[in-house]
Structures are given as C-alpha cells and as structure tokens.
C-alpha cells in the first residue's frame, strides 16, 4: 500500500515531468493498494482546469487522461475532513505545508504507508515526520 499524490499523478500527463521513478510508480499502482486523501480528484481536476487555461493541455488531450485517472485503482480516503481541524492543521503548521499537502501526510501516517511524491517539500516533511517516500529518485 502507498498513498499517491497529485503531484506524482500529474507526471503522468506532462511528459517533461514524468521521471523514472513517475513510470515505475505508474506501473506499480497495478500490484498495489493505492491511497488518496479527499482532496486528490480535486487537485487533479483544477491542475487539468490550470493547464488547459495555459496551453499546456489540449482541451482534446483532458478525456484521455482523465480516462487514464478514473480507470486507476485508487482508493480515496473520504475521512480527510475529519482531521481538517487538528492532525491536518497541526501537520501543515509543524511542517510549512499547505493544508492539501498535509492531507497526504496526514494519511500516510495514520496509514503506516509510503507516500509516492514528487513534491520537494512534502518529501522533506515526510522524511521529517518519519514516513518512508515510495519514490526515490
């Protein structure tokens, strides 16, 4: 099991940004139980909403890769919510996160799972906060 972030997902779309790691987390997501917190389908939606605005999607590319997305075996966690207010905050706080990052921190550690980022500074609260980081690059 692992918990995904958007930043990782995103990757996938934007071919400059699609490291090795990205690939073979890719492929991983299909022998492994995948997490999100809530906050993961609407990262994606307003990325994908961001980067058509600014050319770096063709409004004809966005079906395909939300294809891609919801035919994923990604298990969103709805409870992200409920910690919003305390683990969330705290964790935000403790770690100069934004609180939608500290969600994936939040569920990696209430999880005991691995966090699959790209995020420089999520990867360095992850670390700090004791959670492994599935990607290493």
């Known amino acids: 099991m692992f918990v995904l972030d958007a930043s990782l997902t995103l990757a996938w779309a934007f071919n400059e940004e699609e490291t090795e790691s990205a690939k073979a987390a890719l492929a991983q997501v299909l022998d492994h139980v995948v997490m999100a917190p ?3 389908p609407l990262e994606i ?4 909403v961001v980067a058509t605005r600014h050319g770096r999607f063709v409004e004809s590319e966005v079906p395909d890769f939300i294809a891609m997305i919801s ?4 298990e969103v966690d709805e409870r992200a919510h ?3 207010f305390d683990d969330i905050l705290r964790l935000a706080q403790e770690h100069g996160l934004s ?6 921190l939040e569920l990696a550690l209430r999880l005991d799972a691995p966090l699959a980022t ?3 500074g999520l990867a360095r609260a992850a670390r700090g906060a004791g959670v492994e ?3 290493r690059d």
Not at 45 to 48: K, L, P
Not at 99 to 104: G, K, L, M, R, T
């Open 45 to 48: 939606a307003n990325a994908v």
């Open 118 to 120: 790209l995020d420089a």
């Open 38 to 40: 809530s906050v993961w």
């Open 133 to 135: 980081l599935f990607l």
């Open 82 to 84: 409920l910690a919003a």
């Open 99 to 104: 609180s939608y990052d500290a969600a994936y």
């Open 71 to 74: 035919g994923l075996d990604v």
